[in-house]
């Protein structure tokens, strides 16, 4: 655990961080978080005196617990509901701030709402009205109850957090925000916080009220990605590239017997197709994208988590905050085109000092983009060696089996679900 913590804050402890009340020492110990991340340590005390933060820190550095802590502390003192609204871009990681808020909050019998979309409506609103202390949402929802509920009001809210603060501004949710913007109190308390923030920083800092303080990871250490992640690269033919990785995973999880792995991949339809081609491969998967319905989505994570089976196939829906500490490899199935995209990607793994590795594929019309990431990330990636002879072996069964599979989905109603959602975004759109 000790790289976690940089020189700065190594020899801190909670006990000195300026206000934090005994019951929040406590409870930190009881939860064995012993000594706070340099984020940590440097944005909670701010935050409790009532600045605007900025938090820029690697993934996995404890963002959450940098504004979990002082809103608990804060609530702790005058509890009332709604007292902070947290925005983040998807569902799977609303539940997993709450689930942070309820592992500290039990002292103050905290009452937390998780407003997402892909769930029963009036449940929600049901929530919504007994006026919880905390409401975890994401964008969508949350504007689709305060356009159609005028009776439920975040005109009181002290604390409003935007985790994964670029994701939420860089555009696809503008409409949504702007709503929610709309019904907030213009005094109040901002908490920004992502991995990869500068792009945006600009237009944040605007955004946010009274002087706001920033803080980054300092600049000695710019590189992009954590220390002890471990960053390959695997140069394929395209029509090799599905039986190499098959031949990654298989010699992967015979080393690593407890390791889970996520492969991304581009398109909810790939990653469906992967998924369904591995299975068929007798080499157990789950996948999640934004095809699949809630209950599904949510089904397939449990599943993963529980180490019920290793491999998640992903689409980007899962490449923000999600924090599974057994996650050992990462596999980029297609490379992303923006290499922050990778960065977050990445992210899954090696997190709180813990180790970890990533496998990035690329073709050779790819390269670019490998240079890209490599110049974001200031790290030049080696050649990871894999079982070439396995995967000339392999690759016919592989190949074959994946056609099947496209086949099977185009005979179901896959594309049809698409349709059907488009369908329905274009009408809650108005067009
Ligand atoms: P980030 O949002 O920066 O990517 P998270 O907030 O998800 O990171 O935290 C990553 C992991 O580190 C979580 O499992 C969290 O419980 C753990 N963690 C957070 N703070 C500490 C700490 N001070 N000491 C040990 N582990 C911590
Ligand atoms: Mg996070």
Known sequence: MADLVSEDTRDKTYDDIPGLQPWMLQQLKYLKILRPTPIQYHCIPPAIEGRDIIGAAKTGSGKTLAFVIPILQK?????????????????????????????????VSLKISVIVGGIDRLTQCKELSKSPHVVVATPGRLADILDSAP???LKRIKFLVLDEADRLMDGRFDDQIQTIWSSLPERRQTLLFSATITDRLQKMKDLASSEVFLWQTSAKNDQATVQQLDERYCLVSPVSKDATMVALLLEFSEKNPKGLIIVFTDTCKSTQILSMMLNNLGVQSVCIHSMLTQKERLAALARFKSSQVKILIATDLASRGLDIPLVQLIVNHKIPNSPSVYIHRVGRTARAGRS???????TPHELKLLLAVEGKTKRKMSEVKVDEAMAQ?????????????????DETDFDERRNINKRKRLIMEGR
């Open 75 to 107: 609530l702790s003192v005058d509890p009332y509901g709604i007292y902070a609204l947290v925005l983040t871009p998807t569902r799977e990681l609303a539940f997993q701030i709450a689930d942070q808020f309820k592992g500290l909050g039990g002292p």
């Open 151 to 153: 009776e439920f009001t």
């Open 356 to 362: 970890g590795q990533a496998v990035t594929f690329v």
């Open 393 to 409: 072996r392999i690759m016919k069964q592989v190949n074959v089996t994946k056609r099947e599979q496209e086949i099977k989905l």
